[in-house]
């Protein structure tokens, strides 16, 4: 049994000082290694393959054509599954990054790597890299895979399947335990400096400007094998950290596909000053540690961090400035040179939709090369839920961005979204949107176009145990305003996010504000339940299997039923000190067809529980004025006017619990 080398570490007092001061203690890097935040001294590896054959099987059919400069074999223009899975090379090495806790010691961050054996020596291949925290401690994927090593402490299973789908077509599949978890030193920091750079550091060994070592003997180890062109992807916690390197500018990152995941780590833990649940970063820093292979103490860490967060303000502080890689003090969407394949459930209540929004609208503005997908789901992978398609996709992906290969897939509309129940339409820019249209409550629970009204309000009696679920049905309800339009004589479709600006007032000495957009008609909707997923008896197969990790995955359909409303989107905003405020609260991004013949919904409300931290606990009477208040929603399509009808706003009694917003909101990123 390989005894793998690892060291006890306390936290040092030192430790604790530079992560309250939130400075990144960084820049003590081992002998010889040079600093990975400076620029290479030396140019990337030389490509050495031009002209050599591969060694394995050389055809995949009658299509399969060899190449005569690159080590990859092309059947109908993708790479072809030539080299042998089941003898390919599976080792571990130890990435020697900067010392990220403060202990004094630089990090040894592990990096599980599969490539082809027949290419060992001959060619140089490229990286796909899936970097997780969940290695350890949770599992990777629909079926929870985990890491598996065999007698040797060699890696035996990959989860996921991506090395058996791509290490047979010439690529190298690397898995990285990010800092404080699985096999690597260190301690988990919600996001933020030690979490991107040590995962950054293993993209620069891969490019000849870090330093790795082997864990039996301790000896270093160079990726001679590789051409530095690294593909990072991943779903949730790992495509965040895809992210937050690409955010980095780190050369070599060539690409990255971000699954359901984090850009902006405010966004995903609160809303406009409102924490979605209390000492959130104590909480996920110490379950993504568990079951970690090197005996740590991160404690103090953590709790410096947790209060650093600062629950009591909802502030986006310092501690939040580190953790945005929009337009953070660290990372920011201004360095990211790698192209970036955005996927995303437009019902995805665990990563809010403004994760991925405001990120492709940040990453525009910088001129990146973007690719998008939307679909009707939740927090749920495309492998799962489109699998063919998607690694279809996926695959010519890779091979244009790793492996320069022309494969058109560049000059496809970039924007492919569900606007319904599996039916996609394909765009070049997103959102699609004509305008804004602007619609104004009424003092006769109207919701229609026109100016500014007269100045008129309107109040409801804040309720700390009532939950947006409550608040959308039909019925008299002192603890809710809700405002409707008539009919819609057209299809309207919603592409972006919409908000509410609005003069509230209130007693409270801090209050809350909830809105939510819903659209009410019976129709057949992807459900909320289970991500609007269902996981299947059968499997599908996608690459080679081989020992213990096998390439089958069990089969994933949509949930799709009838309901009778669907939950747009919501928004919340914290108001500080009694009296009036003039805010907008910006809604969950979104982008589906309204049928004409629905109507849309307008609920104001006070707390949200189970959304929310709960910040007023009063019967507190809140009224906003309506002459001031605007709905405001990105459309596409005509919107002149609503039709006179009954409303089809439904009694509790009659609302199926699977058009209901899934509870509690309390949620990890997996």
């Not at 309800?477 to 609005?502: C, E, I, M, Q, Y």
């Not at 809350?512 to 009410?520: A, E, H, S």
Request: one cysteine or more; aromatic letters at 8%; hydrophobic letters at 40%.
């Amino acid at each position: 049994m390989r005894v793998h080398h690892v060291r006890a570490k306390r936290v040092a007092a030192a430790a604790v000082a530079a992560l309250t001061g939130l400075t990144l203690a960084a820049g003590i890097v081992p002998a010889g290694a040079a600093p990975l935040d400076l620029p290479a001294t030396a140019s990337p590896l030389a490509r050495t393959a031009a002209g050599v054959a591969a060694t394995g099987p050389t055809t995949a059919g009658p299509a399969a054509t060899a190449s005569t400069t690159e080590p990859f074999v092309l059947d109908d223009g993708v790479t072809a599954a030539v080299y042998d899975y089941a003898d390919a090379i599976r080792e571990s090495v130890d990435v020697v990054a900067p010392d990220l806790d403060g202990d004094g010691d630089p990090e040894q961050i592990r990096a599980d790597i599969i490539r082809p054996a027949e290419l060992d020596g001959v060619a140089e291949v490229p990286v796909v890299m899936d970097a997780s925290p969940y290695y350890a401690c949770c599992g990777r994927g629909n079926e929870s895979e985990l890491k598996e090593y065999d007698a040797d402490g060699d890696p035996s299973l990959f989860p996921l399947y991506y090395d058996n789908w791509f290490v047979p077509r010439g690529y190298a599949y690397v898995a990285v335990d990010m800092a404080g978890t699985g096999w690597s030193t260190g301690c988990t920091d919600h996001g933020g400096p030690s979490d991107v750079l040590s995962v950054k550091a293993v993209v620069d060994w891969l490019n000849g400007r870090a330093t790795a070592v082997d864990p039996d003997t301790g000896e270093p180890v160079v990726a001679d094998w590789s051409t530095g062109k690294t593909g990072m992807i991943g779903k949730s916690y790992d495509g965040t950290l895809a992210n937050g390197v690409a955010a980095t500018g780190v050369e070599g990152l060539e690409t990255i596909v971000p699954i359901g995941a984090i850009s902006s780590w405010y966004d995903y833990d609160r809303a406009q000053g409102l924490p979605f649940s209390a000492s959130y970063p104590r909480f996920l820093m110490g379950y993504v540690a568990g079951g970690r292979h090197v005996a740590t103490d991160c404690s103090a860490i953590t709790e410096a961090l947790n209060t650093a967060a600062d629950d009591a303000s909802g502030a986006h502080n310092a501690f939040w400035d580190e953790r945005d890689y929009r337009s953070g003090s660290l990372f920011d969407a201004s360095q990211v040179t790698a192209s970036v394949f955005v996927v995303h459930g437009a019902q995805d209540t665990n990563v809010d939709t403004p994760n991925f929004s405001r990120w492709w609208t940040a990453l525009g503005e910088q001129g990146v090369q973007r690719k998008l997908w939307l679909t009707r789901l939740g927090h749920v992978d495309p492998f799962d839920s489109d699998r063919a398609e998607w690694v279809d996709t996926l695959h010519r992906w890779f091979d244009h961005e790793l492996l320069g290969i022309d494969n058109g897939i560049v000059d496809e509309p970039a924007v492919r979204v569900e606007v319904a129940p599996n039916e996609v339409v394909t765009s070049t820019t997103w959102p699609v949107t004509d305008r804004t249209a602007r619609l104004r409550p009424r003092a006769d629970s109207s919701l229609a176009l026109g100016a500014r009204g007269r100045a008129a309000h309107a109040g409801w009696v804040n309720a700390p145990n009532q939950t947006f679920n409550t608040a959308l049905t039909a019925g008299t309800n002192p603890n809710r305003l809700l405002f409707r339009t008539g009919t819609l004589t057209d299809d309207l479709r919603l592409s972006g996010a919409a908000s509410v600006t609005t003069t509230v007032t209130h007693g409270a000495p801090t209050g809350q504000i909830t809105v939510g957009l819903v659209d009410y008609g019976v129709m057949d909707r992807v459900l909320t339940s289970g991500d609007g997923a269902t996981t299947l008896g059968t499997e599908s197969c996608y690459g080679e299997s081989a020992g213990a990790d096998d390439a089958c995955y069990r089969d994933v359909v949509r949930n799709i039923g009838s309901t009778e409303l669907q939950v747009l989107g919501r928004g919340w905003a914290r108001l500080d000190g009694a009296g009036t405020h003039t805010v907008t609260v910006e809604m969950q991004t979104n982008d589906l067809v309204v049928p004409a013949g629905h109507q849309l919904g307008l609920v104001v409300m006070g707390t949200d529980r189970g959304a929310t931290v709960t910040v007023d606990r009063a019967a507190t009477q809140y009224s906003i004025d309506l002459g001031a208040t605007t709905l405001n929603l990105p459309v596409s399509g005509p919107m002149k006017s609503f039709a006179p009808g009954h409303s089809l706003v439904p009694d509790a009694a009659d609302v199926s619990r699977s058009a209901l917003l899934p509870e509690p909101r309390v949620v990890v990123p997996r």
